[in-house]
């Protein structure tokens, strides 16, 4: 029986120790692999061969190792920090911490010297990228090492770190490095490896790295927290010239006697053999984008008729602005939503959401759009064109399309080239309302240029439709935020697609859009938070927005708004 036991007993510790060794390998490796992690650049180009792990790497790992096939008897923590672990992330926190002007003018210097080692030679590069990584590893072991090791020790390795930088500084952009930075990589090489010998204790390292993940994953959610809050700002605030430009356009409208407001041609505004297009905005500027190009495109502009709704605040200046910059030869006609007597009486603020404070999910002339035959009731097509849209080529050709009996004609995500979108992103197939009657994978469409058919529109009662469905939504959860998601229900299988070179989407949020396929599209769309009139907007795509302003105008000037 003891001979039984003493077998179990041994078993016992030799599972006990290759327990042990595994989890000694792992957190070594797991050391390796985050000394040897390259930064953000990639370490070889097409056509370069990859570059060499630095040789105190290979120190690392093989004490390490050395350290595996020791029996020591210690015991390795899990996942979880240990409250030494956070005492360590406190030490490590206040290493990282840098003020906001410091830790951007350290982003522009780390800019401009990958500008000048990208203009390097192949093998310079890698000798530039090799001293980084002997940067990296002789912090790294600053951080560690400092409480233990010698004076001399960590005084040596600060005054190799200064050459090892001043040596990159200088060889940045060069064509080959010269004998004394070699000379320099090579005495750094020697002081990582007394460092090394010094403090060899992988536990203790793979401890330290755990406080410092543990820091940067909670410093990185803290930026992009930060980063999401101040792109809302940045949407939600109108910029100072368009403030200065609507109260300017608002007090000349005031001043002006009530004939002076009114816009000629308003009898030919309802006849139906012309092409009406419809806009619903509140911002002065960006329909006078849409309206400006959408006439230096058109063939005819003379059968064009543009009907803007906007808010009452904004209706002033939005009148006062085409009083003085008319859209000839095209006719305009602007309304207020409180002209539309016929809308519920919470309908501006119905849309409110808790949480939700993005204006382009709780406008309510966004939603006006589902009550397109109300608001044109003698009308039989309208195009719907969103404010942040350019027209590049002639529309005219949506009045002759065949509608197949369909309610509207727009671009489908999914055979644009950019079709990530189906049904089941938008809406919640989870509640028996929706998975009953809809296809998870149905292909959604975009809103931003729709032609609409309001004679099959009527005859079908969508308007009826939204509202059933809005006033569900309002019960329970089923979509998220803003008008796309219940369009996609109200005019599902009531979408006829069009070709992909009508509508360009994604010019507010995608900066990789091609330069050809921007010019071949009849209407280019900055969907997105980048609008073309922020400062945030993307510089290489403004110029297709900028070109339908003039910017010599007397008001924008005056207001200090420029290219």
Same mark, same amino acid.
């Given at each position: ?5 003493g ?12 327990m ?51 029996w ?29 002007e410091?830790?951007?003018?350290? *982003? ?19 000798k ?6 002997q ?6 072991y ?22 090892i930088?001043?040596?990159i ?6 064509s ?16 990582l ?7 060899p204790?992988?536990?203790?390292i793979s401890?330290?790295?755990?406080a410092?993940?543990y ?8 930026h992009q ?7 809302q ?14 109260m ?10 009530? =004939? ?7 009898s030919?505004?309802l006849?139906d ?12 500027l960006a329909?006078a ?6 006439i230096?495109?058109?063939?005819d502009? =003379? ?14 200046a ?9 859209p ?21 603020s119905?849309f409110?959401? =808790? ?7 709780t ?10 035959p109300?608001?044109?009731?003698s ?6 064109l969103?404010? *942040?849209?350019v ?6 050709r949506?009045?002759?399309? *065949?509608?197949?009996s369909?309610?509207n004609?727009?671009l489908?995500?999914c055979?644009?080239?950019k ?14 309302? @929706?998975?009953?009657?809809f ?18 529109w009527?005859?079908k009662? +969508?308007?009826?439709t ?14 998220k935020?803003?008008?796309?998601? !219940?369009?996609?229900?109200v005019?599902y299988?009531?979408? !006829?697609p ?9 010019l ?11 010019e071949?599209?009849?209407? @280019?769309?900055y969907?997105?938070? +980048? ?5 945030i ?5 403004? *110029?297709?927005w900028?070109?339908? +302003? ?8 005056q ?5």
């Open positions: 029986m003891r001979a039984a036991g077998g179990a007993a041994g078993r016992k510790e030799v599972t006990a120790l290759w042990w060794l595994l989890l000694m390998a792992t957190a070594c490796g797991f050391v390796f692999l985050l000394l040897n992690l390259p930064d953000h650049r990639s370490r070889s180009g097409p056509g370069e061969p990859p570059a060499q792990p630095n040789p105190s790497f290979v120190l690392v790992v093989r004490d390490c190792c050395w350290l595996n096939r020791t020591r008897g210690e015991q390795t923590g899990g996942p979880q920090l240990s409250a030494k672990d956070k005492l360590q992330i406190g030490d490590v926190t206040k290493l990282n911490v840098l003020p906001d410091i830790e951007g003018h350290a *982003d522009e210097i780390a800019a401009e010297e990958d500008e000048r080692i990208s203009r390097s030679p192949p093998s310079t590069k890698e530039i990228w090799m001293m980084q990584d940067l990296i590893m002789a912090r790294a600053l951080q560690f090492a400092s409480s233990h090791g010698s004076a001399h020790l960590i005084r040596e390795l600060k005054m190799r770190m200064k050459e930088e001043r040596a500084s200088h060889s940045s952009g060069a080959r490095l010269s004998g004394s930075v070699l000379q320099k990589m090579k005495a750094m090489e020697l002081a490896s007394k460092t090394q010998r010094a403090y204790h992988c536990s203790h401890s330290k790295l755990r410092m993940i820091n940067s994953e909670e410093l990185v959610r803290a927290s930060e980063s999401s809050f101040l792109e700002v940045a949407v939600r605030t109108l910029p100072k010239g368009h403030h200065c430009l609507a300017r356009l608002t007090s000349e409208y005031f001043s002006l006697d009530p =004939k002076e407001r009114e816009f000629p041609k308003r030919s505004m006849m053999d012309f092409h009406h297009y419809a806009i619903f905005s509140d911002n002065v329909s984008v849409v309206i400006n190009s959408t230096a495109a058109s063939k502009p =003379k059968r064009i008729v543009f009907h803007i709704v906007t808010d009452s605040l904004s209706f002033p939005m009148t006062m602005w085409f009083l003085t910059n008319p000839s030869p095209a006719t305009i006609h602007i309304k207020s939503l409180d002209e539309l007597k016929w809308l519920p009486a919470d309908f501006s119905r409110k959401q =808790k949480g939700i404070r993005d204006p382009r999910y406008s309510a002339l966004n939603h006006l759009r589902f009550y397109l109300e608001v044109f009731p009308l039989s097509k309208v195009l719907l969103d404010h *942040d849209v027209v590049q080529k002639d529309l005219s949506f009045w002759e399309l *065949d509608m197949k369909k309610v004609g727009a489908e995500t055979s644009s080239g079709g990530y979108h189906q049904l089941d992103n938008l809406v919640n197939f989870s509640d028996p309302s @929706i998975i009953n009657k296809e998870a994978k149905a292909c959604i469409f975009a809103f931003g240029m729709n032609i609409f058919d309001l004679k099959e009527r005859s009662g +969508l308007s009826a939204y509202d059933k469905w809005f006033q569900a939504g309002k019960r329970r959860r089923l979509w935020a803003g008008s796309l998601p !219940v369009g996609q229900l005019f299988n009531q979408t !006829v069009l070709d992909h070179r009508w509508h360009v989407l994604g507010g949020r995608n900066s990789n859009t091609r330069r050809d396929e921007i071949s599209a009849a209407v @280019i769309h969907s997105g938070n +980048l609008k073309p009139w922020l400062e907007s993307i510089p290489k795509y403004r *110029d297709y900028n070109r339908y +302003l003039n910017y010599d105008n007397t008001y924008l000037q207001c200090n708004i420029h290219r």
